[in-house]
Each structure stands twice: as C-alpha cells, then as structure tokens.
C-alpha cells in the first residue's frame, strides 16, 4: 500500500484538497470498518499526503456518525505521523471573529461524547494514555508558524485555545453557550476530541487547524447570521485552509519535529501483552506490534 506521513482531515467545508497532485483514491478497510470516505492520495509541495473527508465527500455523515477508529486507523495503516485536522467552530469570545483561526492546545469534553468511541483499547486489553497535553505542541507551533507568515486578509490567528466539544447534532442552547464561556472556552465543535484521543493511542501526533464560521449562539448578534453567511465563510475558510495545509507540509517536509506522541504508549498498557486474546491482538497489532 502508498504511503504518507502526513494525513490531513478536512472538516465541514473542506471535502478537497486542489493543490493536490498525482491524486489517487484508495479505499482502505481497516479492523475497524471502513473509514468516512476514501482516502485521497497525493502530492503537495513535494510531498506524499493522504487526505479524508471527515464526514464524507458529500457531507453525509453526522459527527456521531463518524468512524472515528477506522479515520484513524486508516491514516496508520498508511504510515501517518503527523495529522493535522482543519475544522469549522463556533466562537465562544468576542475577540474571535468569523474567519479567523485558532491553533488549540485544550479541549473539554461537554457531553462525554457519549456517543463518539474514542478508544482503540478493550475487549482484553487495558490502556491509560497521558493526556494532559491533548495537542502536540510541536505540531501546533509549525501549524501556527504557517498561518502567521501567510498574512491572510480577515484572518487573525490566535493560540492558545481551549475547544469545547459537544455531542452535537443540534447547537448549544444560549445557556449552555454561556455556561461553556464562563469554563474559559475559546470556540466550540463536535469532532476533534475523539480524533485527537484515538491519535494519540496510533501515536500520531495531531493538531487542530480550528476555522470560525460565526459566533456562537450567546453573541446578542447570532440572530442576524444566515445559512448564507455560514456557507460563505466555510467556503473563504476552505480556501484559507488550504493555504495554511500547504505551507504547514512545506514546512514539516523540511523539518519534523520530535513529539511525545510518537510513543505514547510506551507506559500507557497495562494488559500483560502475553495475556491479550489472540483475536484482539490480530485486530490492534499495528498499534501494538511495537511493543509485541
């Protein structure tokens, strides 16, 4: 099979990547099911990338609908280290407007996402990874050094962030909104926690590319956004992004970085390995055949 060590996600309005060349599309079926769409194989500035569309080319999935283990995995199974996912977020301070982007470093899980499994672990096999620092850092730094040096026109860059996520699919009630400002939230969405969780179990380093579509429903002017100003945004944000996408992969394709990501593991397992199931061995092995 190709492979890539960069993975890019592409959120709500952000089903391609143009710059993209040599593309090919690989369906890839993974232990887990089959991931949201194919992965999209190609080249960007000079290097090999793999490419999904988080909720599918057509936008058919909801985000408790994602198969968040088999994205995942599949970007293992094609020799990912670095992924970096580009998401749309409401903004929870009125100092982030629609356009701009965050770089977080936190999240918090409202919901417990009760319905996003966010583990690889089980069925015989115990593990507790360290997550503290959910982001990498080092990751998080070349993806705001990007955006900074491109100078994009309505675009202000802030970092760092905590991400509120919730389970979704409906927005927050105006209570809520105000309950998750009052935690010190910076913006808010439905996805990238159990991404950056699963990532983090590959031991792929991840960081969130967070795109402001508008404000979230607290701000006395969330009234006066439409469906046509949102749909707006993430069209002039899946431009953006694309811009950042590529100057974040020519920098990594120059330099990447160490991350603790990288062995996240290595004191994370608890299940003597010689006591797994055999079967559940089979299914984690290119998570675990490290360790094996």
Same mark, same amino acid.
């Given at each position: 099979m190709a492979?890539?060590?960069i +993975?890019?996600?592409?959120?709500?309005?952000?089903?391609?990547m143009?710059a993209l060349?040599?593309?090919?599309e690989v369906q890839?079926?993974?232990?887990? +099911?089959s991931?949201?769409?194919a992965?999209? #194989?190609g080249? %960007?500035?000079g290097?090999r990338? &793999?490419?999904?569309a988080?909720?599918?080319?057509?936008?058919? !999935?909801? *985000?408790?609908?994602?198969?968040?283990?088999?994205?995942? /995995? &599949?970007? @293992?199974q094609?020799?990912?280290?670095?992924?970096?996912?580009?998401?749309?977020?409401?903004?929870?301070k009125e100092?982030?407007?629609?356009?701009?982007m965050?770089v977080p470093?936190q999240f918090?899980d409202r919901d417990r996402?009760k319905h996003?499994?966010?583990?690889?672990?089980?069925?015989?096999?115990?593990?507790h990874?360290?997550? +503290?620092?959910?982001? =990498?850092?080092?990751?998080?730094?070349?993806? @705001?050094?990007?955006?900074a040096?491109l100078n %994009?026109?309505?675009?202000?860059?802030h970092? *760092?962030?905590t /991400?509120? =996520?919730?389970?979704?699919p409906?927005?927050?009630t105006?209570?809520e909104?105000?309950?998750?400002?009052s935690?010190?939230?910076?913006?808010?969405?439905?996805?990238?926690?159990?991404?950056?969780? #699963?990532a983090?179990?590959?031991e792929?380093a991840?960081?969130t590319?967070?795109?402001?579509?508008d404000?979230?429903c607290w701000? *006395?002017?969330?009234?006066n956004?439409?469906?046509?100003?949102?749909?707006?945004?993430?069209?002039r944000n899946?431009?953006? &992004?694309? @811009?950042?996408?590529q100057e974040t992969?020519?920098?990594?394709?120059?330099?990447?970085?160490?991350?603790?990501?990288?062995?996240a %593991?290595?004191? &994370?397992? !608890?299940?003597? !390995?010689?006591?797994v199931?055999a079967?559940t061995?089979?299914k984690? +092995?290119?998570?675990l @055949?490290?360790?094996?």
């Amino acid at each position: 099979m190709a492979e890539a060590t960069i +993975g890019i996600i592409g959120g709500s309005g952000l089903y391609k990547m143009d710059a993209l060349e040599d593309v090919e599309e690989v369906q890839i079926q993974t232990p887990f +099911g089959s991931p949201s769409d194919a992965v999209i #194989l190609g080249t %960007l500035e000079g290097t090999r990338v &793999a490419f999904l569309a988080r909720h599918g080319r057509n936008h058919t !999935l909801l *985000p408790s609908e994602l198969p968040f283990r088999a994205n995942i /995995y &599949a970007m @293992k199974q094609l020799g990912v280290e670095y992924l970096i996912s580009a998401s749309a977020v409401g903004s929870l301070k009125e100092e982030i407007k629609p356009l701009d982007m965050v770089v977080p470093d936190q999240f918090i899980d409202r919901d417990r996402t009760k319905h996003q499994v966010s583990s690889f672990f089980g069925e015989g096999i115990v593990a507790h990874i360290a997550f +503290g620092d959910p982001i =990498c850092q080092n990751l998080a730094g070349i993806v @705001k050094d990007a955006i900074a040096s491109l100078n %994009l026109p309505d675009v202000n860059l802030h970092h *760092p962030g905590t /991400y509120v =996520c919730i389970e979704g699919p409906a927005f927050s009630t105006k209570a809520e909104s105000n309950v998750y400002r009052s935690w010190g939230g910076t913006i808010i969405g439905m996805t990238n926690l159990a991404e950056a969780k #699963l990532a983090r179990e590959a031991e792929i380093a991840y960081a969130t590319l967070a795109l402001v579509t508008d404000y979230d429903c607290w701000h *006395p002017d969330h009234d006066n956004v439409t469906v046509e100003i949102v749909i707006n945004n993430l069209q002039r944000n899946a431009v953006n &992004a694309q @811009k950042v996408i590529q100057e974040t992969v020519r920098r990594l394709s120059e330099n990447k970085p160490s991350s603790d990501a990288h062995s996240a %593991l290595k004191y &994370a397992i !608890l299940t003597p !390995l010689d006591k797994v199931p055999a079967a559940t061995k089979e299914k984690m +092995g290119l998570i675990l @055949k490290k360790y094996m």
